[in-house]
């Protein structure tokens, strides 16, 4: 199995959690549980591949995302009183999806012949934070990573690194770099409870 499938799954699982556990905390029945793991889990990479003209985004054209999607919440929702005495588990779990899905992201910039650094980046925070975008707006919040702690932020970062360093090193290694940055970023940012600046009204 090579890296970027390690990614895909790792992204996946780790989103399908934090979108199951997200809806369950806003009590949805079993229904909105299940499609709020699937959208969180591959709502990033369709966008991704609309932008880019794949002709049917990786995402539907292998039913296995939405079956590993599905099962995850499967298994949230019948471990969940034991998943809640986790502390950040949602943040902890975004964290890997997004380190996962920016690295992913980056790398299908560059194989689709989009190796500018504006594109590496744009197409890695897609990828990373709009499956979580979209879950928040379907529970009527304020996305996260307009403010949560350091998240879009370190999602650029890793693609910023991704950019520098696959010219160099080959993708396959540039996607640790970038996944490495990526979830370290984040993690300390979620355990030493750093957020970005805001204008303060008062």
């Not at 005495?85 to 012949?113: C, E, M, N, P, Y």
């Not at 504006?118 to 529970?139: E, N």
């Not at 890793?158 to 396959?172: E, R």
Request: charge should be neutral.
């Amino acid at each position: 199995m090579d890296f970027i499938t390690v990614m895909e799954w790792i992204g996946t699982v780790a989103f399908a959690v934090s979108g199951a556990v997200v809806a369950i905390e806003r009590e949805l029945d079993y229904y909105g549980i299940c499609f709020m793991a699937i959208i969180t889990a591959i709502g990033g990479g369709i966008i991704r591949d609309v932008l880019i003209n794949q002709s049917l985004p990786a995402s539907l054209a292998n039913p296995m995302y939405a079956i590993v999607s599905l099962l995850t919440a499967a298994a949230v929702i019948f471990f969940y009183k034991k998943i809640d005495k986790i502390s950040h588990l949602v943040s902890v779990a975004d964290g890997f999806g997004l380190a996962a899905f920016t690295a992913i992201g980056s790398q299908v910039a560059v194989r689709s012949g989009h190796g500018d650094i504006y594109v590496i980046i744009a197409l890695a925070v897609l990828t990373g934070t709009f499956g979580g975008v979209l879950r928040d707006v379907f529970v009527q919040e304020i996305p996260r990573c307009f403010r949560r702690e350091v998240y879009a932020v370190a999602s650029i970062l890793g693609a910023i690194a991704f950019a520098v360093s696959y010219k160099y090193i080959g993708t396959g290694l540039a996607m640790y770099v970038c996944f490495g940055v990526t979830l370290v970023i984040r993690l300390v940012a979620i355990f030493k409870n750093l957020h970005l600046g805001k204008v303060k009204l008062d």
